[in-house]
């Protein structure tokens, strides 16, 4: 089981950026999604999730609106449009792979090394 982030990296509030988590060694197509975000000094946190099949999301208060999860199952890709960037935004983002459909962390095993996010002027 292999997860890949990439398409972090600085950017100024207010500015946009798009994440890809690349996955391999499993069914992609059978697994629920998750974005994960954690930044120094706190606990990780889920901000949106997607289906299987993609036709269903749920996103965290502090996202919604702003940030938009799909995902490509012919391509095993994830895939998170962050819009609207704030500072608070900076952290680590990381995929998450799990047969649960949760923004709760314990219920994932299978986790990518994560792209830093930095929302700064």
């Known amino acids: 089981v292999q997860l890949v982030e990439s398409g972090g990296g600085l950017v100024q509030p207010g500015g946009s950026l798009r994440l890809s988590c690349a996955a391999s060694g499993f069914t992609f197509s059978t697994y629920c999604m998750t974005w994960f975000r954690q930044a120094p000094g706190k606990e990780r946190e889920g901000v949106a999730l997607?289906?299987?099949?993609?036709?269903?999301?749920s996103y965290a208060d502090s996202v919604k609106g702003r940030f938009t999860i799909s995902r490509d199952n012919a391509k095993n890709t994830l895939y998170l449009q962050m819009n609207s960037l704030k500072p608070e935004d900076t952290a680590m983002y990381y995929c998450a792979a799990g047969s649960v459909c949760s923004l709760l962390a314990r219920f994932f095993t299978k986790w990518g090394q994560g792209t830093q996010v930095t929302v700064s002027s």
């Open positions: 997607i289906g299987p099949d993609g036709t269903s999301t």
